[in-house]
Every structure is written in C-alpha cells, then in structure tokens.
C-alpha cells in the first residue's frame, strides 16, 4: 500500500515568505508526528497529533509554526515569515496506533526547506 | 529531560564481520527504544524496538539490539554486515507517554 507522502518535497523560500508543508499519512493511521532534521543532526521532534486532537506541540521552536491535522487524516506545517534557522528537512510520520511515542513509526521522504 | 546518545558519528566493518552500533539513553520511567536506518534519499525506515520483556530483540533485516537495564544501553547488532547494511542508523527513546527522542545517528560502513 502507499505509505506517507510529503509534498513538495522541496521548497525555496525568501526570508519573511510563509511556507506550508503537506503530510498524507498512511490511510486509517491515528498518530501523526511532526519532526525537523538540520543537517547532520537526528529529527527533531516538533508536534503530535491523536486524530484530529493535537496531543503535544512542545517541540515547536516559535509561535510562527502551526500543525494543522482539522479531519484526522492529512496535516498541514506551516511556517510563517521563515527565518534561515528555519531551513531544515521537515520529516512527518504516522503511526496507526493510539499510543504513538509507543509504537514504531512510518516516516515520509520529508520537505527540504530551504530559506534564503 | 529525556536524552538519546549514540558516540560514535561512524563506524567501519568488513563486509561478512560483525557489526556494533551503539547506543546509550536516559529516559525517566520505562524506556521504549526504537532504532531507524535512514538510506540515502529515503525516509527513515523501522527496524526493531523495545518496549518490556527479552533484552534481545529481533529486528528487521537480520539486525538485533541489545536492551541493557544496567549501563542505560540498547546497541544494535548484525552477525554478519552486508555491503547493502551501509546506511544512517538512527536511536530513538521515550519514557512513558513522551515524545520521541532520536540521536544523532550513526553513518555505518560496510567496506567489501
């Protein structure tokens, strides 16, 4: 079956743009996270959602970012007035389980963000 | 604060040697551990994880990890590297109902 999906999977962006980022999870998953990856570094965590409920929104680094996941399926990150420390590959992943941090998670081809 | 460290930035083994990755955490209650590899140009992929039970877990591909209460540790093992193991490994751990937590990654190098 297809797995999650993340468009576009690369975006260019001049400093002070707002930038969205898609995520399409696995059909039917319940968890779905948000994660930031800088270069050479391990994902970041940014936010969780259970459903359409957004669980936990500790990991994102200013109020300029925003989840979005409003029907409990596809989810929207948006950035807005991107900085160049925004510049990241921004990973989402889905979990088809309640318990997320439990569970092993199936990750997208992530978004490269790149803000000039 | 939960913590996830894997020293070693890359590791080289011969082709048909047996590999190590390591990996140590430091989680509060109990932990759930998870090693992802990440190969080049594609997102991360699940291997195996711990949740309660064997310290010896059984993964994807062949590899294995080793959960030790003791030294806070949950390395990643294989009998024997392939050429096509060379990829980032990723550890990732929560603690109870936590986010996730990933290291840094480790880049393995399986030479022939």
């Known amino acids: 079956g297809a797995g999650v999906s993340q468009s576009p999977r690369y975006k260019v962006a001049k400093r002070g743009q707002d930038v969205a980022l898609r995520c399409d999870p696995i059909?039917?998953?319940?968890?779905l996270f948000w994660y930031q990856q800088a270069l050479g570094q391990g994902p970041e965590f940014l936010t969780y959602f259970q459903n359409e409920a957004q669980l936990d929104k500790s990991g994102l680094p200013s109020d300029r970012f925003f989840a979005e996941r409003p029907e409990g399926s596809v989810s929207t990150l948006k950035i807005q007035r991107t900085q160049q420390e925004d510049s990241a590959v921004y990973l989402c992943a889905s979990s088809p389980k309640r318990e997320g941090p439990y569970n092993e998670q199936f990750f997208g081809p992530g978004t490269r963000l790149t803000v000039l | 604060a939960q913590s996830v460290a894997q020293p070693e930035d890359q590791v080289n083994v011969a082709e048909g040697n047996p590999l190590t990755v390591k990996c140590t955490y430091s989680?509060?209650?109990?932990?759930?551990l998870f090693w992802y590899v990440q190969y080049p140009n594609r997102g991360l992929q699940f291997l195996l994880k711990y949740i309660t039970g064997d310290n010896l877990v059984k993964g994807s591909y062949g590899f294995e990890a080793e959960f030790n209460k003791s030294q806070t540790s949950f390395h990643l093992k294989k009998p024997s590297a392939l050429v096509s193991d060379s990829a980032l490994y990723f550890c990732a751990g929560s603690g109870g109902y936590q986010k996730v937590t990933f290291g840094t990654g480790t880049k393995l190098q399986v030479i022939p």
């Open positions: 059909s039917g998953h319940v968890s």
């Open positions: 989680v509060s209650g109990n932990p759930y």
